[in-house]
């Protein structure tokens, strides 16, 4: 499974972008996917969760309300919406499968990750 995240950029506190997870070799379209954020010497942190229907989801008690989760199964993508960001937000994004089609905060459950998208917030 090879996972592809985009969308990352430098945008101004209160603004908004849009993160996308995608597989082009479709191996993954019955996997609950996670987004984690990582800044450098700290631990990676979880975001959000979707299952694989997109019936479930989990946001992190710090991005929800500003952050919304949502898949495409017919595009095998999953996207971030990221809305009224600041600076503490700031971090290289990963998106990862999970082990079944469930969602979960632990790291751990995910085995298949892309390489990350880096997300500057100014202030």
């Known amino acids: 499974v090879q996972l592809q995240a985009s969308g990352g950029g430098l945008v101004q506190a209160g603004g908004s972008l849009r993160l996308s997870c995608t597989n082009p070799k479709r191996t993954s379209s019955n996997n609950g996917v996670g987004w984690f954020r990582q800044v450098p010497g700290t631990v990676r942190e979880f975001v959000a969760a979707?299952?694989?229907?997109?019936?479930?989801?989990d946001l992190a008690d710090s991005v929800k309300g500003r952050f919304t989760i949502s898949r495409d199964r017919a595009e095998n993508t999953v996207y971030l919406q990221m809305n009224s960001l600041n600076t503490e937000d700031t971090a290289v994004y990963f998106c990862?499968?999970?082990?079944?089609?469930?969602?979960?905060?632990?790291?751990?459950?995910?085995?298949?990750w892309g390489q990350g998208t880096l997300v500057t917030v100014s202030s």
């Open positions: 990862a499968a999970g082990r079944g089609s469930s969602i979960s905060r632990n790291a751990n459950y995910y085995n298949y």
């Open positions: 979707i299952n694989w229907n997109g019936g479930s989801t």
